[in-house]
């Protein structure tokens, strides 16, 4: 069974926050949780991440940054990231963590989440597309 999922990107301040409060709020029973392969703890979400979640009603409000640890790994079922490196470094940091770690593009051709940060309003409107249709398909696909 797959009670607690952790969404994975790089510094956990653009694509795991947004990542983590879409699949909060499609499935409300579950405990979704963020981290960041180089994370600087305690930051928060990117303000243009927050700008374009805001237009489509999704608030990071309240999001703190942290780092991706082995003993974070062994508290979540599934371990979701935007790119296959994030696998990489799961199976260094984690090793027993990488069964249960995939893409959060799985669904979609194993499709990986380009990083927007510092980039135009333009990526990160794709970004929020990418991850939004991502995280519909993992709701399907755990709510079977």
């Given at each position: 069974m797959c009670n607690a999922i952790l969404i994975i990107c790089t510094a956990n301040i653009c694509?795991?926050?947004?990542?983590e409060r879409l699949l909060r709020h499609h499935l409300?029973?579950?405990?979704?949780?963020?981290?960041?392969?180089v994370a600087r703890s305690g930051r928060s979400a990117d303000p243009d991440i927050k700008r374009v979640a805001n237009r489509h009603k999704v608030s990071l409000d309240g999001h703190q940054s942290r780092q991706f640890t082995a003993a974070l790994s062994t508290q979540y079922d599934l371990i979701l990231v935007m790119?296959?490196?994030?696998l990489k470094h799961i199976a260094h940091i984690a090793?027993?963590?990488?069964?249960k770690s995939m893409l959060l593009g799985y669904w979609f051709n194993q499709m990986e989440i380009p990083d927007p940060w510092h980039q135009s309003d333009e990526?990160?409107?794709?970004?929020?597309?990418?991850?939004?249709?991502s995280c519909q398909a993992w709701v399907s696909k755990l709510a079977s």
């Amino acid at each position: 069974m797959c009670n607690a999922i952790l969404i994975i990107c790089t510094a956990n301040i653009c694509r795991s926050p947004l990542g983590e409060r879409l699949l909060r709020h499609h499935l409300p029973h579950k405990t979704i949780d963020s981290a960041g392969m180089v994370a600087r703890s305690g930051r928060s979400a990117d303000p243009d991440i927050k700008r374009v979640a805001n237009r489509h009603k999704v608030s990071l409000d309240g999001h703190q940054s942290r780092q991706f640890t082995a003993a974070l790994s062994t508290q979540y079922d599934l371990i979701l990231v935007m790119e296959k490196e994030h696998l990489k470094h799961i199976a260094h940091i984690a090793p027993e963590a990488r069964s249960k770690s995939m893409l959060l593009g799985y669904w979609f051709n194993q499709m990986e989440i380009p990083d927007p940060w510092h980039q135009s309003d333009e990526a990160f409107n794709h970004v929020f597309q990418l991850i939004n249709q991502s995280c519909q398909a993992w709701v399907s696909k755990l709510a079977s």
